[in-house]
């Protein structure tokens, strides 16, 4: 089997699949409420949480596939882009299972891995199509030729849909991470109740911070009271305008086979929108370690010895 880790941001996740792509077992122990007191992620106190979370959440793993350190024949990671303190955990202690056992280890793109969690059975998709790669930290449109790669044909300019969707929340006082909390308050309000306008840019990229600075707008007209009230409308049309942009931007591509990942791909008003699409299952949307065992399958792995300086990145590459 494929064991994979993941720690890019603050999720530490580990998974076992086998080479066909069944998923044996995926934990993903998110620290969301460590990070949510302080209004988004810290690096360093998700560096450290990695560091307390890495051991039992790879003993979870095996022991929910049932498996031991014996059956894997491949330990695959992510290397970037994230944040590197955060990375580094992942990839010393991926190392370390896999120096251990004299195995190979796979780096892995985490941006391929969310594009790879549409390879895991039982609903694989094949390649080739577009792919709308939506997240907290990044929202491109990928062009998937093959399993092992892609080709970025548009990107955001400024912030990520998943980032404006954490920073509307924090803005309605939703917490964070905040993706989740517009989706469900949104259903109790009207979507065309604000016209909260999004950026057009030229080509294929996309723009998120004017339609933030509406709400912004919006908001502080409102006093307390007024502000509780219409809190749910607020939500409903600021979601409205992402998923607008974003089904736009799809529709702009004129591509005819499309598929939507990352953890905004879970928004039940984008999933609604782009129902035609291959949407990412809603438990790999978010970061998890068998979207990474996944990609690991289409990605050459360094031999036992040569992966002791592999170092991780922090930007897309
Ligand atoms: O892919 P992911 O787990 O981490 C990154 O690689 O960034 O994506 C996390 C992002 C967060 O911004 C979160 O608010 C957003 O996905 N998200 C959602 C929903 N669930 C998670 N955004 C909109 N609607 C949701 N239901
Ligand atoms: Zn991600």
């Not at 006082?173 to 840019?201: H, K, Q």
Request: aromatic letters at 6%; charged letters at 20%; hydrophobic letters at 50%.
């Amino acid at each position: 089997m494929i064991f994979a880790l993941e720690t890019s941001c603050d999720e530490t996740a580990a998974a076992a699949i086998t080479p066909e792509g069944h998923i044996l077992a995926s934990v993903v122990a998110s620290q969301a409420d460590l990070h949510a007191r302080y209004g988004g992620v810290v690096p360093e106190v998700a560096s450290r949480r990695h560091l307390e979370l890495v051991v039992p959440v790879v003993g979870e793993a095996l022991e929910h596939a049932g498996a031991s350190l014996a059956d894997v024949e491949r330990v695959a990671v992510t290397r970037g882009p994230g944040l590197v303190g955060a990375l580094l955990v992942g990839l010393a202690a991926a190392k370390a299972l896999a120096w251990s056992r004299r195995l190979p280890l796979v780096p892995v793109d985490h941006l391929h891995g969310h594009v790879a969690s549409l390879y895991l059975r039982p609903d694989p998709v094949d390649p080739p199509f577009t792919c709308l790669l939506a997240s907290g930290g990044h929202t491109l449109l990928l062009d998937v030729h093959d399993r092992s790669g892609f080709t970025v044909i548009g990107t955001t300019l400024d912030d990520a849909a998943g980032e404006a969707f954490d920073k509307g929340a924090r803005l309605l006082g939703l917490g964070y991470p905040g993706g989740a909390a517009i989706d469900r308050l949104a259903r109790d309000g009207d979507p065309e109740a604000y016209a909260l306008p999004v950026s057009r840019v030229p080509g294929l990229d996309f723009s998120f911070s004017g339609v933030k600075t509406s709400l912004l707008y919006a908001v502080r007209d409102l006093d307390a009271a007024e502000l509780e009230r219409r809190r749910a409308d607020l939500a409903a049309s600021y979601q409205r305008a992402i998923v607008r942009a974003l089904v736009d931007g799809v529709r702009r591509s004129g591509a005819d086979r499309v598929a939507v990942v990352g953890g905004v791909a879970a928004n039940s008003e984008l999933r609604a929108a782009l129902a035609d699409a291959a949407l990412a299952p809603l438990a790999l949307c978010g970061d998890n370690a068998a979207m990474i065992a996944s990609a690991g399958r289409y990605v050459e792995a360094v031999p036992h010895r040569r992966y002791g300086a592999l170092d991780a990145y922090a930007a897309a590459i």
